[in-house]
């Protein structure tokens, strides 16, 4: 399979799973009532995850514009467009289902990942949860531009997917919504393939999936 047809098919495994979200989630509707699942309260994991992986996803986003403009890879630049596009999606669809629950896209005093049990004390360096990169790092990656930007913007995006199946993972487990539960679990199927095909990527630049210590510092 090649690069293309793979990341083609990662995609369209996505919008599957987005299009059966948003189709379950309309069945349970009518002009009338309320839906038929019991609406999440702000503490429960179905909120936490939805306002959390927002957060994430938003930097994924941030990323993937960024290496747009610093190489002209086609492989890579068709990878950042799909991760951009993708993640842009899911987080209209999460700050939806937010929206839809009568919740805000933030909570007061309620730490990330509080929703898992392991709720992660503030940071001052941008990373506010597992896999965010750094301002620093960010900064790093902007600087930097061809095959230099492709690799770092791979080691980050790998560090990136990693925290967000964990959160994603931990949603299958503890969300109550079912519709919830299923775009967690494709989540987590989709960057798995993802995560896969940086790997390769980057050893066909000749790097590895972790970036040197002190790099983006």
């Avoid at 009568?102 to 992660?120: R, Y």
């Avoid at 301002?135 to 600087?143: C, F, G, I, S, W």
């Avoid at 967690?184 to 199927?189: E, I």
């Avoid at 995560?195 to 980057?202: G, I, K, Q």
Wanted: charged letters at 20%.
């Amino acid at each position: 399979m090649t690069r293309g047809t793979r990341l083609t098919a990662v995609t369209a495994a996505v919008l599957v799973v987005l299009c059966a979200a948003a189709a379950t989630m309309a069945f349970t509707m009518d002009g009338r009532s309320r839906p038929a699942a019991r609406t999440p309260t702000a503490d429960s994991p179905d909120a936490g995850f939805a306002r959390d992986m927002s957060i994430h996803h938003q930097q994924a986003v941030q990323m993937s514009f960024i290496v747009r403009d610093r190489t002209k890879n086609a492989d890579v630049r068709r990878l950042a467009y799909d991760i951009a596009n993708t993640q842009a999606n899911q987080r209209g669809m999460m700050m939806g289902w937010l929206d839809l629950w009568g919740l805000p896209v933030t909570e007061a005093g309620t730490l990330p990942m509080q929703w898992m049990g392991m709720a992660v004390e503030p940071s001052t360096d941008g990373a506010l949860m597992p896999g965010m990169a750094t301002r620093a790092q960010l900064a790093a990656l902007r600087r930097l531009s061809g095959r230099q930007a492709e690799v770092r913007y791979l080691q980050l995006m790998t560090a990136h997917h990693q925290g967000g199946i964990h959160m994603a993972e931990g949603c299958v487990h503890l969300c109550k919504v079912p519709t919830e539960r299923k775009f967690a679990q494709g989540m987590v199927t989709s960057q798995q393939s993802e995560v896969r095909l940086m790997s390769d990527m980057l050893k066909a630049r000749g790097a590895s999936s972790t970036a040197a210590p002190g790099a983006g510092s």
